[in-house]
């Protein structure tokens, strides 16, 4: 019953992704699929661009945020 209802109720493809600065070392949740570039809260550095689909991560990647 379990598995029926997996294939029933589809899962979102996109996550919230913890992320480390590279400027500064700041931590800061990005969601993987942003449509506008997301920016450190300390210094300003770009974490993240758009890229049409998937965001492209310009800093360094921690952890998925389930």
């Known amino acids: 019953m379990e598995r029926k ?3 029933l109720i589809p899962k979102p493809r ?3 992704i ?3 600065c590279n400027e ?3 931590r ?4 993987d699929s942003a449509k506008i570039e997301v920016k ?3 210094c300003g550095a770009v974490l993240c661009k758009p890229s049409g689909g998937k ?3 310009l ?3 921690e952890r998925v945020l389930e």
Do not use: D, M, Y
């Open 55 to 57: 965001a492209i991560l």
């Open 40 to 42: 450190c809260n300390v």
């Open 5 to 7: 209802l997996e294939r």
């Open 18 to 20: 913890q992320v480390i």
């Open 24 to 26: 500064c070392g700041n």
């Open 28 to 31: 800061q949740i990005v969601f």
């Open 14 to 16: 996109s996550r919230f």
């Open 59 to 61: 800093a360094k990647r």
